[in-house]
């Protein structure tokens, strides 16, 4: 079936750097997309969120940027902390509806 | 405002035995989902109630597994009898109703799961 997948598993960044968390999804149909930040010991955290008529968002410090095109998602983090230690999930939500699809996740260790 | 909360936040119990995970929801919030992470995979959907009623249980791996939302506040997930596989990290998610929100979830920590 289609299913939200993870480039690169885990990233490890030095403090200060910027982060770029990558994301492919394969269905055409999904038209709202969400970034989730897990920490350890917790369950996951709304981060930013992007609609399919959208191509940019930006938040504090984050920026999701989506190509439907060639249907890939990211999530970039400016200066990056170390309290940006997490796994990143991506979800993506067809339109109509309220179940979000999960993806593996992205481990991101930044080293201080 | 509270937040999600799931208890226990850790069992650990053996094959064959059950185990019963619960999930308060925030107050008024009708969507109540549950997801299971296993160890390096995906975060994968279980099933979602609005209010009491299973929206979709699509996700629920197989009759071992039985949630419930009596009254459409708390619900709780059963699994009987537990199986190794059946380890993971059981999520509880709730959001509001209505097309502002809904599909924005706010996650509980999470119940770990280890079945020996």
């Known amino acids: 079936g289609e299913s939200v997948g993870l480039h690169l598993p885990t990233l490890s960044v030095q403090e200060g750097d910027n982060s770029i968390i990558n994301c492919a999804y394969s269905n055409s149909a999904s038209d709202y997309f969400i970034w989730y930040k897990q920490e350890s010991g917790k369950g996951p955290q709304f981060i930013i969120d992007?609609?399919?008529?959208?191509d940019k968002r930006q938040g504090q410090r984050v920026t999701v940027l989506l190509n439907k095109t060639v249907k890939h998602l990211s999530l970039q983090i400016a200066a990056t902390q170390p309290g940006d230690s997490a796994v990143y999930f991506c979800?993506?939500?067809?339109?109509?509806?309220?179940?979000?699809?999960f993806g593996r996740g992205t481990s991101l260790i930044v080293h201080p | 405002e509270a937040g999600v909360t799931q208890f226990p936040s850790h069992s650990v119990i053996e094959k064959g035995q059950t185990v019963t995970l619960r999930c308060d929801p925030i107050s008024g919030h009708d969507n109540l989902y549950w997801y299971r992470r296993v160890m390096g995979k995906e975060i994968k959907f279980l099933l979602h109630?609005?209010?009491?009623?299973?929206?979709?249980e699509s996700g629920m791996p197989n009759n071992r597994f039985l949630a419930e939302r009596t009254g459409g506040t708390y619900s709780t997930l059963k699994v009987q009898p537990a199986e190794l596989e059946d380890s993971g990290v059981y999520f509880c998610a709730s959001s509001p109703l209505g097309v502002l929100g809904a599909n924005v979830l706010t996650f509980g920590a999470g119940s770990r799961l280890t079945v020996l």
């Open positions: 992007i609609r399919s008529n959208m």
């Open positions: 109630f609005v209010k009491e009623s299973k929206q979709d």
């Open positions: 979800a993506e939500i067809p339109g109509g509806s309220y179940i979000p699809t």
